[in-house]
């Protein structure tokens, strides 16, 4: 199984851009979420997902879309990059939350100029 | 003041050191994650607990329902168990499914 994988690990974007971030996981999990890590914070989550087809907000969705359209897939969009949004980001699933550990991505590092 | 408090912010030990890192929380929780994330690297889930204690290896968490307090414990520190211990609760508050995570304690393992 190849667990969470998040693709890109890097990524230089120019104010105004968009992008995709991709997050697949192969363990059948319900649960997907993003988070942004950013220094002297603890993770922050962007957005979340129960199953296919449901998303919610988490605290900082603001200039970021999901969709989750399969059970495996949870892309993360940025409409039009800002400096703010400069941060490592991690994709993460969990079978079902609050009753199985979470599996992580091994992360983006997003850098907006 | 965050729902989820780690202290030390950060922490130095020798190698062999008998280690604690304590988490205290303010919500209702189903559960508390500890995690572990080398420098440069990805995050890893160490133990997932609602209740008593868990053990793998030479790492230890407890936690106190009633006190709303964790604590992860390393017997025998090793540089490798250098790292950065990020503790996170379930929290179901305002109907929202989400976990709330800790600042991270930052641990540094001499030889």
């Known amino acids: 199984n190849a667990g969470v994988t998040q693709t890109p690990k890097f990524q230089v974007l120019k104010t105004g851009q968009s992008m995709t971030l991709q997050c697949a996981q192969d363990?059948?999990?319900?649960?997907m979420s993003w988070y942004r890590q950013d220094p002297g914070m603890g993770l922050r989550l962007i957005h979340y997902?129960?199953?296919?087809?449901?998303?919610d907000q988490g605290e900082v969705p603001n200039g970021y879309n999901v969709s989750r359209s399969t059970t495996e897939d949870f892309p993360l969009r940025l409409l039009s990059a800002a400096p703010s949004q400069t941060s490592v980001y991690f994709c993460a699933s969990s079978y079902r939350i609050f009753v199985s550990p979470l599996h992580f991505g091994n992360g983006t590092r997003l850098t907006v100029t | 003041k965050n729902e989820v408090e780690q202290s030390p912010q950060n922490l130095t030990a020798q190698e062999g050191e008998f280690i604690t890192i304590n988490c205290s929380y303010s919500?209702?929780?189903?559960?508390l994650h500890w995690l572990q994330q080398h420098p440069g690297g990805g995050i890893v889930s160490l133990f997932m607990l609602s209740s008593g204690k868990k053990k793998h290896g030479r790492l230890i968490a407890t936690i106190n329902i009633q006190e709303k307090h964790s604590s992860l414990h390393i017997t025998a520190s090793h540089p490798r168990d250098s790292a950065v211990y990020i503790c996170?609760?379930?929290?179901?508050?305002?109907?929202?499914?989400?976990?709330?995570f800790g600042k991270g304690t930052k641990l540094t393992v001499n030889p």
């Open positions: 363990m059948n999990h319900e649960y």
């Open positions: 919500v209702g929780i189903s559960a």
């Open positions: 997902s129960v199953g296919a087809g449901i998303t």
């Open positions: 996170a609760v379930d929290s179901s508050q305002g109907g929202s499914e989400k976990l709330v």
